[in-house]
């Protein structure tokens, strides 16, 4: 997607080896004229699915996927992250290791909001070594619906994230891959 990747190249630093900051567009301030078009790619791409419901995870997915769930026109549900191992109620969860903050949370969905009827669309802002998508699938798999496709904003294709999935047969799909970032310096794939 071409005006992501302008917007990046414009926009997007890189702090250390291996995490790009977004902030000012995706991360923290938001451009909605270009997460509207991030929304509208995604249905372009997953328009034939029948997606019923969107899934994201807490925080930075939420605003993506809103706004593709305006496109959808379907519910878009968010994982949360809980810090405490003591998870109560009825819900679906999983253990997902954090890339930018190096520490273990679970994710949580309510098994209210998932059924098996549910053809789902994961939805998220980066992928990087793949965890936190694996445990969104992870809670698709428990809850029985069928995962239809995962769409990623940023892949950093330098990391092994879209080979574990592609092994795994997910219907993969990234708006702008980086294929390096070595000393700041950004190359698209
Ligand atoms: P993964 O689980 O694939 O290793 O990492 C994906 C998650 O980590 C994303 O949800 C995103 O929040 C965060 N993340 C991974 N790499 C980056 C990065 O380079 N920049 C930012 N801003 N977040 C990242």
């Known amino acids: 997607m071409e005006l992501l990747k302008q917007r990046i190249l414009k926009s997007g630093h890189v702090s250390s080896d ?5 902030d000012s ?15 509208k790619e995604f249905h372009r791409i997953f ?3 029948n997606i019923t419901k969107i899934l994201t995870v807490e925080a ?20 949360k992250k809980n810090q405490s191992k ?9 253990s997902v290791q954090s890339f930018t903050h190096g520490r273990k949370y679970d994710i949580i969905v309510s098994k209210k909001f998932l059924s098996p009827d549910d053809r789902i669309l994961i939805l998220d802002d980066f992928l990087a070594r ?11 798999e428990q809850s029985g619906a069928k995962l239809c496709g995962a769409g990623i904003v940023i ?9 574990l999935l592609k092994k795994k047969n997910v219907n993969l ?14 190359v698209f794939g």
């Open 18 to 22: 291996n995490v790009l900051k977004v």
């Open 25 to 39: 567009f995706l991360n923290h301030q938001l451009d909605i004229a270009l997460l509207s078009e991030i929304g």
């Open 47 to 49: 328009a034939s699915d």
């Open 60 to 79: 930075s997915g939420i605003a993506i996927a809103s706004m593709a769930g305006m496109y959808f026109n379907v519910p878009v549900v968010f994982a």
């Open 86 to 94: 003591n998870i109560e109620g009825d819900v679906f969860s999983s």
């Open 130 to 140: 793949g965890n936190a998508m694996l445990g969104l699938i992870d809670i698709v």
């Open 155 to 163: 892949e950093k294709g330098f990391q092994d994230g879209a080979d």
């Open 173 to 186: 799909h990234s708006l702008a891959i980086i294929k390096s970032m070595e000393n700041g310096k950004l």
